[in-house]
């Protein structure tokens, strides 16, 4: 094992799915490009929690981007801690917006972006966005493009 890695539990070993979202799952590592301004995406397509109401599934397709400073999230924690939501129940809202404060207080990034895009449920897409600040300048960071729900105007 490498002196990166000395530290992380989920990587390289079989990992169980935790019955609730935790921030203790997620592990960070030292970015390895500290000296530059680079984006990183996520990209959840299957995102899953269920309606802390009826109990029925919710699903959606999370984007995060973020620009780090010091540490990256590493990928396979980040995982884990996204299975934890599977059997949660919170609405879109609180979904979105906690997974990316979990994030904020794991690794401080320069900046953070995250799009909920929510499948409908009785006929009506919930789409939840929030950043830090305004987007660094002089860095490329792709735009969402994700398919718009058809039954929208």
């Known amino acids: ?30 970015n390895p490009k500290i000296d530059i301004n680079y984006s990183i995406r996520f990209t959840c397509p299957e995102f899953t929690s269920i309606c802390p109401v009826t109990s029925q599934p919710d699903f959606a ?21 996204l299975l934890g939501y599977r059997n949660h129940g919170a609405f879109h809202e609180d979904c979105t917006i906690t997974i990316a ?30 950043q830090t600040g305004k987007q660094p300048e002089h860095l490329f960071i792709p735009d969402h493009t994700v398919e718009n729900y058809k039954g929208r105007g």
């Open 101 to 130: 404060q979990d994030l904020i207080n794991l690794l401080s990034p320069k900046w953070l972006r995250i799009g909920g895009y929510w499948y409908p449920r009785g006929g009506i897409p919930i789409d939840i966005f929030w």
């Open 1 to 30: 094992m490498n002196k990166l890695n000395k530290n992380l539990n989920a990587l390289g070993s079989k990992s169980n799915i935790p019955e609730s979202p935790d921030p203790k799952v997620l592990e960070k590592i030292t």
């Open 61 to 81: 397709y999370i984007i995060i981007d973020y620009v780090p400073n010091k540490f990256i999230v590493e990928s396979k924690s980040f995982k884990l801690y």
